[in-house]
């Protein structure tokens, strides 16, 4: 599990996994004030980084400071 706090607390990210026979399960859960996102996957860890590759994105600024942007595009 991985827990994240912001530092008075109203913002919180919590991550679980398990084991789900070869695949792994993923739970995802995201407080933020009064809102709260939710999500639940299951993945290959076998493609695991191939499937991050997918969506990740390098980008570069005009004067060259680079920022990294994820899910913005859809995979080849």
Do not use: C, W
């Not at 991050?52 to 859809?74: C, P, R, V």
């Amino acid at each position: 599990m991985v827990r994240e706090t912001s530092k008075y607390g109203h913002n919180q990210t919590l991550v679980f996994t398990h084991p789900e026979g070869e695949r792994m399960g993923l739970f995802v859960v995201d407080l933020d004030g009064n809102e709260m996102d939710v999500v639940q996957v299951s993945v290959d860890p076998k493609h695991l980084d191939d499937d991050i590759n997918n969506y990740s994105h390098h980008h570069h600024d005009s004067d060259g400071a680079g920022t990294k942007n994820y899910g913005d595009s859809q995979p080849d």
